[in-house]
């Protein structure tokens, strides 16, 4: 990791000791409303580049087709990627819990993280990959973002990763020919270019936070487990500095995730 980033928030200036400044990235998962996108994907791309190669690299296919593409397309794309008859959704809690309660629950610990860090969810909510994003440098608990970057984002990005295999997408397709019996047109080609900016994403966030599968792949039977016999454990972790942290303060307890 190496470099510590110095990181103005509405208040001061805090030390990040992580290597990307994740509010930049936010700017690839927001609806392109007019040109200014292409210059921000162009941006983005350089600062990966300077910062975290390679991030930049997994980025690459996406910001070539920018670069040769309208404002058109790409929201066309956009639209078919994560809003309308879309591949996924931003909205992390959903990616994770789907309906169930555990969404409500993180909701509302986010709500709470986002006042703390005066960071604006304006219209949307409070667990959309955007706001997360930006909410990330503006933490004042190093351990308590390790965590939700960790248990919350990674595994959220890698299942986003997941729907854009062609497999799953054509499963999709199916349900939407039988049901709807029309597809929106879009470039076969292209259609799936959004996965890389998740890529570059979850690159990022390897680099900073680390990543276990094994573990991960752990926590998820855990969290099976858990959910079962009608418990839910405290125990932190981030893999970023090599050994397995705990901390007293996990995502688990602050979200008050337990059932009677």
């Not at 975290?52 to 066309?76: K, R, V, Y």
């Not at 959704?89 to 959903?94: A, H, K, M, Y």
């Not at 050994?243 to 008050?256: G, H, K, L, V």
């Amino acid at each position: 990791m190496g470099n510590t980033l110095a990181i103005n928030t509405m208040e001061t200036a805090s030390s990040y000791p992580y290597l990307i400044d994740y509010s930049r990235l936010s700017d690839l998962f927001m609806y392109p409303e007019n040109e200014d996108y292409f210059k921000k994907v162009k941006d983005i791309s350089n600062y990966l580049f300077e910062s975290l190669p390679e991030a930049a690299a997994a980025m690459q296919p996406f910001a070539g087709f920018t670069a040769s593409s309208s404002l058109a397309e790409i929201q066309e794309l956009f639209l078919r990627s994560f809003d309308l008859q879309a591949i996924t959704t931003l909205d992390i809690g959903f990616i994770l819990f789907g309906e169930d309660y555990k969404r409500g629950q993180l909701l509302v610990y986010l709500n709470t993280e986002h006042k703390n860090a005066g960071n604006e969810c304006h219209t949307e909510l409070s667990d959309h990959l955007p706001n997360i994003l930006n909410l990330l440098p503006k933490m004042k608990d190093d351990s308590i973002r390790c965590e939700m970057a960790t248990r919350l984002l990674i595994p959220a990005v890698l299942k986003m990763i997941d729907e854009f295999s062609t497999g799953r997408v054509e499963k999709k397709d199916m349900v939407y020919k039988k049901h709807q019996k029309i597809l929106l047109e879009s470039s076969q080609n292209y259609r799936l270019i959004y996965q890389y900016c998740l890529k570059a994403l979850f690159v990022a966030l390897e680099n900073d936070f680390g990543y276990d599968a094994a573990v991960n792949e752990f926590l998820t039977w855990q969290s099976e487990q858990e959910d079962a016999a009608g418990i839910s454990s405290n125990a932190g972790l981030c893999s970023r500095s090599g050994p397995q942290a705990n901390f007293t303060r996990s995502i688990d307890t602050e979200m008050n995730i337990e059932k009677d």
